[in-house]
């Protein structure tokens, strides 16, 4: 019997992204495929469901918009700070990237766009915000996912233990 991806499938599949102008951003390709939960989470919303309802064998391609991806650029994520907040940081320069502790605890990880003697302008958007995605895809094979993984919100690769 084929087994359709729906939820608490675990699916693995190959997949190649794109960006707009065709480079290639990420991709499985001569590595393991990748290997997830469905229905938790744990990949971005128009790719979930685009999977949803294959089997294994399926090949396609897909444009995903920002809204089903990773949002679009929020400017309000984008701010300006004082090189002094990075205690213990010897030289800062564009690309690096920081883990910072923002409002109420929570953590995000920020990006320096660009640094401009004390001042250091850091975006906290998701590095693929804005883009539409252009994924190729082949699905692997897909699997009914187990008690523990469905209760954890994630596959357990050989029996993992936590």
């Known amino acids: 019997m084929t087994l359709m991806i729906?939820?608490?499938?675990?699916?693995?599949?190959?997949?190649?992204?794109?960006?707009?102008d065709g480079e290639i951003m990420d991709s499985s390709n001569g590595k393991e495929p990748m290997v997830y939960l469905h229905?938790?989470?744990?990949?971005?919303?128009?790719?979930?469901?685009?999977?949803?309802g294959k089997t294994s064998g399926a090949t396609f391609n897909v444009s995903i918009p920002p809204d089903k991806a990773y949002g679009e650029l929020s400017d309000e994520l984008i701010q300006v700070i004082s090189k002094s907040m990075f205690q213990g940081v010897e030289s800062i320069e564009p690309g690096m990237s920081f883990v910072a502790q923002g409002d109420g605890g929570a953590q995000r990880q920020v990006r320096v766009t660009q640094v401009e003697g004390d001042d250091v302008t850091i975006d906290a958007n998701h590095p693929l915000a804005g883009q539409t995605l252009n994924f190729e895809v082949e699905v692997v094979d897909v699997r009914e996912g187990t008690?523990?993984?469905?209760?954890?919100?994630?596959v357990h690769a050989g029996g993992e233990d936590h």
């Open 39 to 52: 229905g938790a989470n744990n990949l971005i919303p128009g790719l979930e469901t685009e999977l949803t």
């Open 6 to 20: 729906g939820q608490n499938s675990v699916v693995s599949m190959h997949y190649t992204l794109k960006n707009d």
């Open 147 to 154: 008690p523990q993984e469905i209760e954890h919100g994630h």
